[in-house]
């Protein structure tokens, strides 16, 4: 069988490549479609890869009687029915850590900018103002950086931040692993009050909603400068507003917004920031580079090919993730199937019916959701998804090739 994926968006040249030398059909489309144009083109495509303009809803998915997989070339999975495809057995891939190294380098590139006032002397030489001076600049070797949220991003600031010669100490939910001299601390507090630059790193929950206020920003050193390129609910932007006015705060650097214009080009940008001194501020665009676009690419297409050959659902957001090493001689089934009471009797009934010898077997649930790969020495893969298909318990079991 030869799969055929639409590629909707524009999506980078890398997944078309990727995806043909995989053997697979592609179908490029620059735009988004409508409900009712996606639901005619989806017909016979096995998957469809999206940015974030393609509204995959329920009735799309629902119509999609071929659709094996969503691939989400971007970080959110938003415009994807998430339900509706987990209750039609569809994968769903993204590529949420492709942009971390982009953020990144953006967060240790404005640290500097804040410590040496650059956006304003930028600024002032746009309007032939020259002020040649060394007040309030600083080099940050040897200063603090209290980085909120651990994870991706945030532990590769620590790393570029040390050989920059910054102290760096962090706080975290979890308890991390510190690269190099990296410290974790007790409480966001101690964070606060130790730092010189504070960079937030954490992802948009009930907990970290508004975060940063006014009381956190009091806590922060005097002179100290906050950075957010996380979520723009984070940071409370008024209460930050004033302590940049009040002089507690030396500067910022913000790339999101609680409210942030919903198109791309646009001319209303609102916020209490502006005309503030020594405040960076960019539209959203911590993790918008080339190589972040190109590794979506790469990541997103790869995982479908894996999904499609060899059964692997690495970097599915609504499957278990799961991978079993491809072995020439095997003949391989996937199942997906609810995850309830007795399913797995009535699958192992069917195999040893069909007197299949497992050599390898892998099955993982999440949720309302299991998936099962099974190797078997005999070419007995067809017969065992066809009557696994007729069960009520399975949304989907195929032979893979
Ligand atoms: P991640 O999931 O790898 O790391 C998040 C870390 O925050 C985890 O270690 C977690 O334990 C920690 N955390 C969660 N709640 C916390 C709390 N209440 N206090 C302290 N730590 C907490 O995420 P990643 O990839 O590092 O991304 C971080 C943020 O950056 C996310 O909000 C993401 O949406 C945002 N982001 C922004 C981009 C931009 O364009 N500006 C681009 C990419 C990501």
Redesign the pocket.
């Given at each position: 069988m030869t799969f055929r994926v639409l590629l909707l968006e524009s999506i980078h040249e890398l997944a078309r490549i990727n995806l043909a030398a995989a053997g697979i059909e592609v179908e490029l489309m620059d735009g988004a479609l409508t409900e009712s144009e996606l639901a005619a083109r989806l017909k016979g495509v096995h998957a469809v890869g999206i940015r974030s303009k393609t509204q995959m809803t329920a009735a799309v998915i629902e119509a999609a009687d071929d659709l094996m997989a969503i691939g989400a070339f971007c970080?959110g999975t938003n415009q994807i029915d998430l339900d509706m495809a987990t209750e039609r057995g569809v994968a769903v891939f993204n590529a949420?850590?492709s942009?971390?190294r982009?953020?990144a380098e953006l967060v240790l590139s404005e640290i500097v900018m804040l410590s040496r006032g650059l956006a304003d002397r930028s600024r002032e030489m746009h309007v032939g103002q020259w002020r040649k001076s060394a007040k309030g600049a600083r080099e940050v070797r040897g200063k603090t950086l209290g980085i909120?949220?651990?994870?991706?991003?945030?532990h590769q600031i620590g790393i570029i931040a040390e050989s920059f010669g910054m102290r760096v100490v962090f706080?975290?939910?979890?308890s991390?692993l510190p690269i190099g001299n990296n410290t974790q601390l007790t409480s966001?507090e101690a964070v606060l009050r130790e730092s010189d630059f504070v960079t937030l790193?954490?992802?948009?929950?009930d907990?970290?909603h508004e975060?940063i206020g006014a009381n956190e920003i009091a806590q922060m050193k005097p002179g100290a400068a906050l950075l957010n390129?996380?979520?723009g609910t984070v940071v409370v932007i008024p209460a930050l507003a004033e302590a940049l006015k009040a002089g507690h705060l030396s500067g910022a650097a913000i790339?999101?917004f609680p409210v942030e214009p919903k198109k791309n080009i646009s001319d209303d940008f609102v916020s209490e920031l502006r005309g503030l001194d020594n405040v960076v501020m960019t539209p959203?665009?911590?993790?918008?580079t080339m190589e972040a676009q190109e590794n979506i690419g790469r990541e997103v297409s790869t995982a479908l090919a894996n999904y499609f050959h060899a059964g692997g659902t690495t970097g599915s957001v609504n499957f278990p993730e799961v991978e079993l090493p491809k072995v020439a001689s095997a003949h391989r089934i996937t199942n997906v199937h609810q995850n309830v009471p007795g399913v797995l009797s009535e699958l192992n009934r069917i195999v040893s019916e069909a007197e299949g010898n497992v050599t390898a077997q892998v099955l993982a649930t999440q949720g309302k959701l299991g998936y099962l790969l099974m190797d078997f020495d005999q070419a007995v893969a067809d017969d065992v998804a066809d009557k696994m298909n007729a069960l009520d318990t399975t949304l989907v079991a195929r032979a893979v090739r």
């Open positions: 970080i949420p850590f942009n971390t982009s953020v909120i949220g651990y994870g991706h991003i945030g706080h975290d939910i979890v991390k966001l790193h954490v992802p948009a929950t907990q970290t975060m390129l996380s979520r790339d999101v959203h665009i911590g993790g918008s």
